[in-house]
């Protein structure tokens, strides 16, 4: 595509961009901070600290989202008047710094003017006009200028949506570095920086922390094994094999599964009581498993389009329903086996509810779901809120891992599969 192509078609788009751009930069020079505080602009503000005795680790946010503003305009002029696709695209690099670091003064700004001694207690209800109006222009300006250098709509949505997305995983990460204990703190950057919390979530002989993720992986290994095993199993016989009272049999699961799963807990604990199994992870695992087969629908639908000729010729060659099932259609049913091991083991890792009725006061059973709910009680909450916040990032992790190792099988063919 020539250089002149890309803005001449995009003209209309192109003047969009500029202009938010300019209405980014105006907001640099109108009151960024409230009436009390003067009604300094950005730059004024930036100055101020720049002069003060001391600020805020964080006060670059400011200065980058002033500066990264500036240079967005100079760019943008400078791509009117001498078009390139080059330039444009350094344009658009620009503008997603200055959009993310406008954003990050949503929850940067009370620490930087508290801080630097510009506001004495700052709240954003009460910042001026400068602050939204370049918050609301910068991303407006992305999304004009990533149309300009021809980027798929849905690719900007994406885009805005995930960095959105991404300040929540951010705030827990920040909260289990925070140095400064407490629940509450006012500011979302960390005045200091520590491990120490995720030391003491392990050496706390208060909170057994150790246990609970031991216990979690357990319940978690095990319920996904077995689970995942009835469910395939469950699943293939419905699918490849025709047998008296089928529709019924299933019919009867459907109805059982439109009922929610903790209507009948009491009964189950009182059932699990009576056994002498209560307060025991092995309970929580064998009720998990004696429910998996109502899950078998989805399973069912993946094996309901794998060609019925394959078994056909596989029984010709003399192999068995169980061979069938191991070798055959296991191997082309990797995606949907991801599908459920992912599922059962992200339900068994979070599960809260039943958990907590089964195991009662009994904190050496607990898992990860059932002690973190426990530290965030009013009467420890502020001593433990820190730990809270480093285990939720600990828990993640398995997950995390568990989903890029499998990822890759997600998708699966079914080429060179049917005999020639």
Known sequence: MKNKTVIGLKLDHFLKALVAVILSFIALLIPFTSKEAGSKNLIGTSISLLSAGHGAAVSFFLYLAAV?????????????????????????????????FWTTLLFAAKVILEEGGIEDSFLLKSAGPGFWVGLAASYVSLVFIM??????????VLSILGVIWMFPILWI??????????????YFFPKNLTLKNFYDLFHNSAVPFGKWWLNTMIVAVCGCVLNTLIVLGTAFILSRTRFTG?????????????????????????ILKGLGLNQSIGALIVVGAAGAAMGYHITKGYFDTIPKAIDEAAIIDGASRFQIFTKITIPLSKSIIVYQVLGTFLGAWSDYIFPRLLFGDRQSSYTVAVGLFWMTDFRRIDSYYTQFAAGAVIIALP???????????????LSGSVKG
């Open 147 to 156: 149309k300009v250098a021809e980027v798929n709509t849905g690719y900007i």
């Open 399 to 413: 997950i995390v891992i568990l989903f890029i190792w499998l990822q890759r099988f997600y998708v699966e063919g």
């Open 68 to 100: 990264l503003t500036i240079a967005s305009l100079v760019i943008g002029v400078t791509a009117y008047f001498r078009t390139s696709v080059k330039i444009v695209r350094a344009w658009m690099l620009v503008q997603i710094f200055a959009t993310f």
């Open 246 to 270: 089928r529709k019924a049999f299933m019919n009867i699961l459907m109805i059982i599964g439109m009922f929610p799963g903790f209507m009948s807990m009491v009964a189950l604990y009182n």
């Open 173 to 186: 990460v920040l909260t289990a570095l925070r140095a400064e204990q407490g629940y509450y703190v006012g």
